[in-house]
């Protein structure tokens, strides 16, 4: 079976990429900028709570190693889904939780997911995160590329 992708946001994009970079069957993955309006967009442009998007990751992955709906899960896993516009300490429209689905298979599971997690009583708080389609994935700066691995001192 061909590589799939997933696009996911769930705060600064740094954590979210080394997470899924460790995941048996992601293949590769890619931090950007999607959901918004701005083409183009840096990341100075992104901060400014002016362009609509939010930091964004896309995930290259094997379907015959890992499913898409694992994927979700560790999504869900990786960040609050209930706290709109907020990641910890990060605050803004850029750092919203939301799943771009690439077609309606995934669309189908992410809400499938969701509805599940939102009725299990996992979480205190509704989730809110936006379930939309896959826009424009415009990818940021080099430096902002596989940042963590770049930079020893966050290694354990």
Not at 33 to 42: A, I, R, W
Not at 99 to 105: A, L, N, V
Not at 122 to 141: D, M
């Amino acid at each position: 079976m061909p590589e799939k992708h997933a696009t996911f946001a769930a705060g600064c994009f740094w954590g979210v990429e080394a997470s899924f970079t460790k995941m048996p069957g992601v293949v590769d993955t890619v931090v950007g900028y999607s959901g918004g309006e701005v083409k183009n967009p840096t990341y100075h442009m992104v901060c400014s709570n002016q362009t609509g998007h939010a930091e964004a990751v896309q995930i290259t992955y094997d379907p015959d190693k890992i499913t898409y709906k694992d994927l979700v899960k560790a999504f869900f896993d990786l960040h609050d889904p209930t706290t709109p516009n907020r990641q910890g300490p990060d605050v803004g429209s850029q750092y919203r939780s939301v799943i771009f689905y690439h077609d309606e298979e995934q669309h189908q599971i992410a809400e499938q997911v969701k509805t599940e997690l939102d009725g299990s009583g996992t979480y205190r708080y509704p989730i809110v995160t936006q379930i939309v389609p896959a826009q424009n994935f415009y990818q940021a700066e080099e430096y902002h590329q596989d940042y963590y691995a770049k930079h020893s001192f966050w290694r354990s």
